[in-house]
């Protein structure tokens, strides 16, 4: 009986090769996601944070928000850029019709502010997604490898009692069963495996988004309180 990996490979059967089959789909598709999402959370990250210093004196002073207008352009992998600079978009949009309108509303800035809290909000929510594309896959990968190598471990023990009921194959001995039992160690190891990359993955991309998330809701809080010191004009 060969016990490396080629051997036991030759000496699986039918069900026990699908399964391994399956799961080496299943950790290409999870190590593919995996790659995809740490370049682009390493990439958020970077330029979130030019980004928020580049528009921390802006934010803080009076009446220079609009120099803000258009620099999220700058910063394409940020999630915090195109969210803040929807808001200002928005800002601009709505002081210009405030200056407009007469006479003007005391209500004004309130109404710019609530207009750009709700914009950016819209925004946030499609970065978010944008985010934890992929996750989902992560998430069902973690949940059902154990149960696709379990299903080949069922496999392997068939295999295992036919050998064992098989004259013809030295029926009793524990030679012949040894290698079903191998086959089902395998699938229910590698499935194991697995599942649990897949798991710890998927909680690390869930804390960078949560850290992103606290990013963006600081940012555009700043942002709406900066718009209410602020002078349309």
Not at 72 to 92: D, H, L, M, T, W
């Amino acid at each position: 009986m060969d016990f490396t990996l080629v051997g036991l490979w030759h000496e699986m059967g039918p069900i026990a090769r699908g399964v391994v089959v399956v799961l080496a789909v299943m950790s290409t598709y999870s190590l593919g996601i995996t790659v995809e999402r740490l370049l682009t959370f390493r990439k958020a990250r970077r330029q979130s944070v030019t980004y928020v210093t580049f528009l921390a004196p802006v934010v803080g002073a009076t009446g220079r928000l609009r120099e803000a207008l258009g620099q999220e352009a700058k910063f394409e992998g940020s999630p915090v850029a195109r969210v803040i600079g929807a808001g200002v978009k928005e800002y601009a949009r709505g002081a210009d019709v405030e200056l407009r309108r007469l006479p003007p509303s005391p209500q004004g800035r309130f109404d710019i502010a609530d207009a750009v809290s709700r914009t950016m909000e819209r925004v946030k929510e499609r970065e978010l997604a944008n985010l934890r594309r992929g996750l989902p896959v992560l998430a069902t990968v973690s949940s059902s490898a154990p149960f696709v190598g379990l299903f080949g471990t069922v496999g392997g023990i068939i295999t295992a009692f036919q050998k064992l009921a098989d004259p013809g194959k030295g029926g009793g001995g524990i030679g012949t069963v040894s290698a079903g039992i191998a086959e089902a160690l395998v699938t229910t190891a590698v499935g194991l495996g697995v599942a649990i990359t897949a798991v710890w993955v998927y909680n690390y991309f869930i804390s960078r988004v949560d850290d992103l998330t606290i990013d963006i809701d600081e940012t555009s809080s700043e942002l709406v309180d900066s718009i209410l010191r602020e002078d349309p004009a």
